[in-house]
C-alpha cells in the first residue's frame, strides 16, 4: 500500500503542481499587478515544491498545514496584485525637460515639458472648467504656476477587472503575449474638466488646432489614453488638445427636477447632456485661448472615436456650437441618422431611469443623490450612456438638423472599420455562437420577423460560407456603418466636402475591430506596447493616415504631396479604403442600407 502511495504521489503531485503553477503563471499576467508579487509567489511555488517533497511522508496535520501556508501567501499575493493608482505622466520618458517660460492662459499659467527630442511643447491637466454634480460647468481661475507635467484625473467611472481588459487582449491577439509589466490605474475624480494640449515648438501662430473628444460608451475613457497621444499630429504642425468630460451617471443623468433647477439658475431648461455641455465649454475655452499657445481659434477641427464621434456628431447638430470650429472627423459612430442604433435616447426613457437610481440610493430628492458618495453612485446598475433631446444643447433629433441645413462643420471627413461589432456581440453570444442553423431566428430576434427574414435572404450564402462572420458584419453595418452612411449624405446634401473611410488593415492586436484605427490615425503605433502586433505595412499605413488626419486638420482636404488620391464621397459612391490597399473601395452594404431604412422606418411608424 505504502509503495502504491509512493508512486501516486510522483505521479500526481508534480501534474498538480505543474497545473497550478501555470495557472498561477497566467493570472498574474492578467493582474497587470506589481512585479514583485509575481516573483514573490514564484519562490513560494517553488519553496512549496520542495518541501512538500522533502516532507511528503510527514504526517497528515504536518502536510495540511504546508498546504493551508501556501493557500494563504498565495491568496495574500493576489490580493495584493492589483494595479497601483496614481498620477499618470505626459512625458514617455524620465525627468522630462521643462520648458523655460510657462504658458500664459486667460485663467492662469501652466509649466510645461517637452517631448524627448524637444520638438513638441506639452502642457497637460489644464482645468478648463469646474463643475458641480449635475450642474453647468463653471468658468475656473487659478492664481500661482500649475504643474503640466501630469494628466488630470480620469472622469468617474467604473473600473472593470484588469483580468477581463487582459482576456479581451487576449481575444483580440488571439495568443497569449506576456509581459508582466505593471498597467497602473490612474487617478479618477468628479473633478475631472481638464484637457492637454500638445503644440509644435515653434515660434509660429495662428496654428490649426485639432480637438479630440475620446469614447467609452460615454461611461468610461480619458484624455490621456496613449493611441491619441498628440506628440505625433503636433510634429506635422498641428495643435492637438485632447478634453476629458462628465461620464455615465455624472453626465448623462437626466430628471425634471433638473430642467427646472437649470431654467431658474441659468434660464435655460436642459437636463441629461452634462458630458456634451462639458465638451462644448471646452471648445469655447479653446476659441478663447487659442492664441495664447500658438492656434488659430478660426481653424478648428473636432474629432472623436466610438462614443466620441457620437458626441461630434451632436456637437456639429448643436446651436451652441456655431461657430467653435470649422470642420470634423467621425471615427465609428454616428448619431445622424432618422433614428440613432446607440449613445441616443428619449427623454422619457432617460427619466425612468432616473427614478429607478432614486428608488436604488433610497433617495426622495435630487438634493439626497447629490449626496451619495461619487465612488457609491458611480456603481449604478442602471446604465446612463446616451444623449437626449433636451432642447439646449440638443434642439432637434441630429439628423433633422442637416435636413433643415443647420449643422455648423464645413467639411466632414468620417468613416468605420471592417470588424465594428465584433467586440459587442461575441461576448453576447459568447456560450452560443451564430452559426448557420440558428441564424435566421436570430436575425428575426434582432429585428423583426419581416426584415429579418429579408436580411436573412440577402446574406444567404454568406451565411452558408461563414453564419458568425455575416452575423456580425450585419450587426457592424446596424450599429456603425450606416450610421456614416447616413451622416456622409446629408452633409453631402448640404454642400459641403466629405472624405468617407473603412479601415481594413490587420495585425495581430485589434485589427479592425472597434477602435482600431486610433494608434495609425494619430501615429501611436509604438505606444501601444505590442510589438509583436505590427510590421512595416503597419507603419507606412501609420504615416499615411497621420498625413491625412493633419491635413484635412490644415485645410479641409486630406489630400498631400506623395499621397494615394482621397476623393471627395459621392452619394452611394466612392469609400477610401485604408488597410493593406488605399485607394477607392466599392461600397459593399448599399443593398443591406436600403433594407435597415425599411425596418427604421418601420419603427419610427409604431413609435
Known sequence: MKKKNHLLFWILFPIGWTLITALL???????????????????????????????R?????????????FLSLTVAFISFSQPTVTKKSAAYYSN????????????GKVQGIYNKDKTVEIYAGIPYAKAERWKFPKAYTWEGIRDGRYFGPRSMQPDNSPVIGSLVDIYSEKGWHPNYQMQPLQEKSEDSLYLNIWKPNTDETNLPILVYIHGGSLTTGASSYESYNGESIAKTGVIMITIQYRLNVFGYFAHPDLKAEA??????????????????????????????????????????????????????????????????????????????????????????????ILKEFNCS?????????????????????????????????????????????????????????DAFVVPTFLFSPTNKNNAKERLINYFDQE?????????????????????????????????????????????IDVYRYQFT????????????????????????NKSFAYDESDYQLEKTMVSYWSNFAKTGNPNGEGLPTWDKYVSNGNVMELGSHVGPLEDKYLALYDLLD???????ASM
Not at 503563471?25 to 512585479?35: H, K, R, S
Not at 514564484?42 to 517533497?53: C, D, E, K, S
Not at 510657462?102 to 485663467?107: A, I, R, S, T, V
Not at 454616428?334 to 432617460?350: F, G
Open 25 to 55: 503563471v497566467f493570472y498574474f499576467d492578467l493582474a497587470n499587478g506589481p512585479l514583485v508579487f509575481f516573483i514573490l509567489e514564484l519562490v513560494l511555488l517553488v519553496a512549496f515544491f520542495i518541501v512538500r517533497t522533502l516532507f
Open 505 to 528: 488593415k490587420e495585425n495581430g492586436f485589434h485589427g479592425t475591430y472597434h477602435s482600431g484605427e486610433m494608434p495609425y490615425c494619430y501615429g501611436n503605433l509604438k505606444r501601444q
Open 263 to 356: 431654467l431658474e439658475e441659468e434660464g435655460h431648461a436642459t437636463t441629461g447632456n452634462y458630458g456634451l455641455l462639458d465638451q462644448i465649454f471646452a471648445l469655447k475655452w479653446i476659441n478663447e485661448n487659442a492664441s495664447n499657445f500658438g492656434g488659430n481659434k478660426d481653424n478648428i477641427t473636432i474629432a472623436g472615436e466610438s462614443a466620441g464621434s457620437s458626441s461630434v456628431s451632436a456637437i456639429c447638430a448643436s446651436p451652441l456650437a456655431k461657430n467653435l470650429f470649422k470642420r470634423a472627423i467621425g471615427e465609428s459612430s454616428s448619431l445622424v441618422i432618422k433614428r440613432p442604433p446607440h449613445t441616443y435616447r428619449t427623454t422619457d426613457d432617460a427619466y425612468k431611469i432616473s427614478n429607478n
Open 96 to 107: 522630462p525637460t521643462v520648458i523655460a517660460e510657462p504658458l500664459n492662459l486667460n485663467e
Open 57 to 69: 511522508n510527514r504526517k497528515f496535520l504536518f502536510r495540511l498545514f504546508t498546504w493551508l501556508g
Open 365 to 421: 430628492s435630487i438634493e439626497e443623490l447629490r449626496k451619495v458618495p461619487a465612488s457609491r453612485l458611480v456603481n449604478t446598475k442602471y446604465k446612463n450612456q446616451e444623449m437626449i433631446l433636451d432642447g439646449y444643447a440638443l434642439t432637434k433629433n441630429p439628423y433633422q438638423v442637416y435636413l433643415d441645413g443647420e449643422n455648423n462643420e464645413e467639411a466632414l471627413l468620417n468613416g468605420y472599420n471592417v470588424k465594428e461589432a
Open 598 to 604: 425599411g425596418f427604421i422606418d418601420k419603427k419610427i
Open 451 to 495: 426584415f429579418g427574414e429579408k436580411i436573412y435572404n440577402l446574406y444567404k450564402d454568406k451565411i452558408e460560407e461563414n453564419a458568425f462572420e455575416a452575423f456580425n458584419e450585419i450587426i457592424s453595418v446596424y450599429w456603425f456603418i450606416q450610421p456614416h452612411h447616413s451622416w456622409s449624405n446629408a452633409a453631402l446634401n448640404r454642400g
